[in-house]
């Protein structure tokens, strides 16, 4: 163990601080947390085979699950060609063991403990192929919905086909599918596949009106309906279900081979039974030995918590994030705070927000944390009501309020110090979503989430000065249309719905909220993912020597199934979760499409002018489809699973090798790993419980010299609505850790 996870262990035994650079604030108090003496011992194991009446069963898990360390506890392993187990790193206490796979039911759950002696475990066969499809991931459920045909776009409105006339393609369709109603939870899954009181309805179109309006994510459940034509689009939800409910199964999904034979997937609950924790922190991606062995970060969105997990002491607990406290009620909650129709589930309870259990402190709303060198964890949190301060706005003597005024500012930052157990809130005049530092010496930490510039905070000037404002930078994304190798006012300007009329004499500044962000290693550029409009795209923006009058900033999109130059086999949509490897190529899982992107810059004729607004350079896109079934009818690239973000193993953290790019498989249960150079697919799949859905990830090298041990991938069940996990209600969000063994029993 080293000091930085030494220091962290002593933090959360400790348990108590206090909040720096003078901001008055406090901090929640840790929970009680055993000692490292008294964790229980985690060198046992359990070993054995499982058989069925048709005999041994390879690629089946085996799963041990208990409730007697601090936090609930599962391990999983899956079966060798032989029906052989082991499962590895256990700390001695008693488990449920049971055996799950496809083509089985799950078998009765046995006690056991940690032990040399090899058990049998049964596996039971399934009766039926409706029984067996009952664990089947939600991706598989969802590929039996039909979207309208191809050849019934463009839409042409209530008067027409029921498809809204703003969508040009069959693509543009399933990615409303993606983006409105896959974004915040999985579909296929047994909460969404099976309609609630469908008998308090005279048909399923109208259940189904009725449910996109529950809860408080109601509002925009149903402006998603309404965005496709909500008729049409009602009646292909209703559709979907009743063929269901009348017995219709989907395709049998493979059990894992091979090295996917090799995983162990280890869960440790955290957070409460309706915690939105969206994204989880490890270790600083520029270094991923930085914390090795310590805590795991998250953070809860609509709950303001910084949730932390202890995997050594199997521990979990919870801090609040502050807000600035001139007025905490005036700090604003991006949740509904009414509810269109009562939840199934929660009925008027409002989850998130000011409306929550603890009222006004829930309002930081964090998004997404970072970790930096020093093992700080660096959080894009609300500290503050959305009108800027003067400084920020036109008017001021700040070079970039001179250049680029900005009047909002939605989120803002903030980081948790372990060491001396502080918040420090850091005022931004952008808004913010996620973060990403950068490889040059300030050490200058990125921003997404600002419709009209990308963000930054030079956190060595930062560290040295104190000084929010002074430490801070932004740049509008202006193009270079003009082609003049500059960028000057006037400009073009987009409307609201992205779209602009390009004077060539001028350059043009493009709009949109910024999702995901990554800096090149390669050079001083940073690269943002804007999801829309269709088919969406990445924005390159270099500052230059002297920003914000040196920025630059270039588009490319996906090729595009609208554009008729580009072969309808070859194209893509919506980029959200991008990443670079060391070569300084671009990654992205195509969420709309369901592909893997890589981007080569260095391949391109075209980076500027006035061609240069987006689909100029298809010849730098290489797009590889993920494995999983296709939604029925749907005659271009379009599997039933989404992808909510994407993450490149630059540094071998897994065991697959340097720089391989991974998916969130956020509706198959999943992880997805690509070898480029082969194309082939490796699925780290989570089969406990059901309903895993991802959003962030981050990997890990705990200890460089203890081989599969000591490295591994984490995610966390990132849904919005976590009850929708197997279990239902009271179920919990979990921390998940990726191994991959040599083989399937190395202990």
């Known amino acids: 163990m080293n000091a930085g996870t030494q220091s962290s262990r002593r933090t959360m035994l400790r348990g108590v601080g206090c909040v720096g650079v003078a901001l008055g604030l406090t901090i929640a108090i840790f929970a009680a947390i055993p000692s490292a003496e008294e964790a229980a011992s985690s060198d046992g194991f359990i070993s054995g085979v499982v058989e069925s009446s048709t005999g041994v069963e390879a690629g089946v898990w085996v799963i041990a699950e208990t409730e007697e360390l601090e936090t609930k506890f599962a391990k ?6 032989a029906g052989r187990f082991v499962i590895p790193e256990l700390p001695d206490v008693t488990y449920d063991v049971w055996v799950r796979g496809y083509g089985l039911v799950d078998s009765e759950k046995v006690k056991l403990s940690p032990s040399s002696n090899e058990v049998k475990l049964a596996g039971v066969v399934a009766p039926n192929e409706r029984a067996a499809a009952e664990y089947y991931p939600g991706n598989y459920w969802y590929s039996l919905i039909e979207p309208p045909a191809a050849h019934e776009f463009p839409g042409t409105g209530p008067d027409g086909n029921g498809i809204s006339p703003a969508l040009k393609s069959q693509g543009a369709w399933v990615d409303i599918m993606k983006q409105g109603c896959q974004l915040c939870h999985q579909l296929g899954n047994e909460a969404t596949r099976v309609v609630q009181n469908l008998d308090d309805f005279d048909s399923a179109v109208e259940a189904w009106d009725h449910r996109v309006q529950t809860g408080q994510r109601g509002t925009s459940m149903s402006g998603a309906m309404s965005r496709f034509g909500r008729g049409r689009a009602l009646e292909m939800y209703a559709d979907w279900t009743d063929r269901i409910a009348a017995g219709e199964t989907p395709p049998r999904p493979p ?3 091979g090295i996917e034979q090799n995983l162990v997937v280890t869960l440790w609950d955290w957070g409460t039974d309706s915690s939105f924790i969206h994204d989880e922190i490890t270790t600083d991606k520029r270094n ?19 949730t932390v997990v202890d995997p050594v002491l199997n521990s979990s607990v919870e801090l609040t994030i502050p807000v600035r406290p001139e007025d905490p009620d005036a700090v604003p909650s991006r949740f509904p705070q009414t509810q269109l129709q009562p939840s199934y589930y929660w009925g008027d309870q409002l989850l998130w927000g000011r409306g ?6 829930d309002s930081s709303d964090p998004h997404n944390p970072m970790m930096d060198q020093k093992g700080r964890v660096w959080m894009t949190s609300t500290l503050r009501a959305r009108p800027n301060p003067d400084w920020c706005k036109e008017g001021s003597d700040n070079s970039f309020a001179e250049y680029f005024p900005l009047s909002m500012s939605g989120r803002q930052a903030s980081f948790y110090d372990p060491e ?16 990403q530092f950068g490889e040059d010496d300030n050490d200058t930490l990125w921003f997404s989430g600002d419709g009209n510039v990308v963000g930054w905070i030079d956190t060595k000037v930062y560290d040295e000065t104190g000084d929010e404002r002074f430490s801070q930078g932004w740049c509008p994304t202006v193009i270079d249309t003009n082609g003049d190798g500059e960028i000057t006012k006037p400009w073009n300007e987009s409307n609201r719905r992205g779209e602009v009329e390009i004077d060539p004499t001028k350059d043009t500044r493009i709009t949109g909220f910024g999702y995901g962000i990554i800096a090149s290693p390669t050079d001083d550029s940073v690269w943002i993912s804007r999801t829309g409009p269709f088919p969406g795209r990445l924005v390159r923006l270099d500052r230059g ?8 900033a270039e588009v490319y999109e996906p090729p595009s199934i609208e554009n008729p130059a580009i072969d309808p086999e070859l194209t893509g949509s919506t980029p959200r979760g991008i990443d670079v490897d060391r070569n300084g190529v671009i990654w992205t899982a195509l969420s709309g499409s369901s592909h893997m992107a890589s981007f080569d810059r260095s391949k391109c004729e075209t980076t500027n002018g006035p061609e240069a607004t987006g689909q100029q350079c298809p010849e730098g896109w290489t797009l590889y489809s993920v ?14 699973d989404f992808h909510y973000y994407s993450w490149v193993d630059q540094y071998n953290t897994l065991g697959l090798g340097e720089n391989i790019p991974i998916a969130n498989g956020s509706s198959s249960d999943s992880l997805l790993a690509l070898d480029p150079e082969t194309e082939e697919w490796v699925i780290l799949r989570v089969p406990y419980p059901m309903a895993f859905y991802s959003r962030g990830l981050d990997g890990r090298i705990d200890d460089p010299d203890a081989g599969w041990k000591g ?7 990132g849904s919005n609505y976590i009850w929708h996990t197997e279990g239902g209600m009271g179920t919990k969000s979990k921390m998940v850790h990726f191994q991959l063994r040599p083989d399937p029993l190395a202990k």
């Open 76 to 81: 999983i392993v899956v079966t060798d060609d």
């Open 255 to 257: 059990r894992p081979d």
């Open 288 to 306: 991923p030995t930085v914390n090795g062995g310590g805590p795991v970060y998250g953070v809860s969105a609509g709950h303001g918590t910084l």
């Open 356 to 361: 929550g259990p603890s009222g006004h402190e």
């Open 420 to 435: 001396d157990e502080t918040f420090v809130l850091i005022d931004t005049c952008f808004g913010t979503h996620h973060l």
């Open 545 to 552: 020597d002297n920003p914000p009058e040196t920025c630059i």
């Open 627 to 640: 494995p999983g079934p296709q939604m029925k009818g749907v005659e271009t690239p379009g599997s039933a």
């Open 711 to 717: 490295r591994g991938l984490w995610a966390n069940y």
